[in-house]
């Protein structure tokens, strides 16, 4: 039972231009909702995260939106770079994080 | 030191080997994970120590014995595999008494088992 779905395995987006990676959860008791990147050879590493309290957060190019009467969130990144080319994250939990589940990912390519 | 350090990167093992996985951290966290990823799939959670104790077994098979030590390093020990259990094998720590925490990764072991 897969509860954080990224439906787009790939995306692809101009050097500048905006990108917009989804996600949909099923369970309602998730509070915390993160996204993490990953290049090949490393592991994840955190970049962005939002609580159930609040409906934006932002960090520099990155802004997390979260909608629960949908259960969707999103990652825009604007502008994109080339160094943001990644395999990007979308991971949930309860409470505390000792059950913290994760999307299957979805490949971002910028290109120059 | 923000690092998760897991060792080895790669491991190629027959379905008779007995291997172990390493991880350490050296940031003070007392909970510590393992997780499992097939390509293209999630990472998927297999256990969790919290404050040295087994807190979190997701219905592993026994095949996989994970062990803590001390509050610095976690270890999977993995015995009669099978070529399905080939993945990429994270370790993660966090602080277990902190809500809205984020998990610090490993760079993981890419496990083959032939």
């Not at chain 1, 409906?55 to 259960?71: I, Q, Y």
């Not at chain 1, 604007?78 to 939990?93: I, K, R, T």
């Not at chain 2, 790669?10 to 994970?33: D, F, I």
Request: glycine share 4%.
């Amino acid at each position: 039972d897969q509860q954080v779905k990224q439906n787009s395995p790939s995306l692809s987006v101009q050097e500048g231009r905006i990108s917009i990676l989804n996600c949909d959860y099923t369970n309602s008791m998730f509070d915390y909702f993160l996204w993490y990147k990953k290049y090949p050879a490393e592991g994840p590493t955190f970049l962005i995260s939002i609580s159930s309290i609040k409906d934006k957060n932002e960090d520099g190019r990155f802004t997390v939106f979260l909608n629960k009467s949908a259960k969707h969130l999103s990652l825009h990144i604007v502008p994109s770079q080339p160094g943001d080319s990644a395999v990007y994250f979308c991971a949930a939990s309860k409470g505390n994080n000792n059950d913290m589940r994760f999307g299957a990912g979805t490949r971002l390519t910028v290109k120059p | 030191d923000t690092e998760v350090t897991q060792t080895p990167k790669h491991l190629v093992m027959g379905m008779t080997n007995k291997k172990s996985l390493k991880c350490e951290q050296h940031m003070g966290h007392r909970a510590m994970y393992w997780y499992k990823q097939k390509a293209k799939k999630p990472p998927e959670l297999m256990f969790v120590y919290s404050y040295e104790k087994l807190s979190i077994n997701e219905s592993v098979p026994s095949r996989f014995s994970p062990e803590c030590p001390n509050s610095s390093l976690l270890n999977l020990h993995l015995h009669a595999l099978q070529p399905e259990d080939s993945a990429l094998y994270l370790c993660a720590s966090s602080h277990p008494d902190r809500v809205l925490e984020k998990l610090f990764f490993g760079s993981g072991t890419q496990l083959s088992v032939l």
